[in-house]
Nanobody
Framework: QVHLVESGGGLVQTGDSLRLSCQAP????????VSWFRQAPGKEREFLAT????????DYLDSVKGRFTISKDSAKNAVVLQMDSLKPEDTAVYYC???????????????WGQGTQVTVSS
């Protein structure tokens, strides 16, 4: 059973933007925090941003504030991560996950997408 599906990754150059999308094909985000994480080769998974679907509360990793924006697209039942001014160090597999309670720890999330690759060339 596929809970979450990410899309929007790709190969871009330094300074470019990408818009990632996370959808729940078989459900609704209404009572959940939906978060974005990333994992680069050889590194631990890293929390980036979260949004509570109904309350629209958001939180970010300090290092991406001002460059990344998380939002919801109600028409598409999707959570979007807008990434601007991308840098080579943003290269990673990006995942979305959902959880009823606020958490920045990936281990607290039960449902994940398959990930989408983002590669930023210098």
């Amino acid at each position: 059973q596929v809970h979450l599906v990410e899309s929007g990754g790709g190969l871009v150059q330094t300074g470019d933007s990408l818009r990632l999308s996370c959808q729940a094909p078989e459900g609704s985000f209404s009572a959940y925090y939906v978060s974005w994480f990333r994992q680069a080769p050889g590194k631990e998974r890293e929390f980036l941003a979260t949004i509570h679907w109904s309350a629209e509360l958001t939180d970010y990793l300090d290092s991406v504030k001002g460059r990344f924006t998380i939002s919801k697209d109600s028409a598409k039942n999707a959570v979007v991560l807008q990434m601007d001014s991308l840098k080579p160090e943003d290269t990673a597999v990006y995942y979305c996950a959902e959880e009823p309670r606020y958490s920045v720890k990936g281990t607290n999330y039960e449902y994940w997408g398959q990930g989408t690759q983002v590669t930023v060339s210098s």
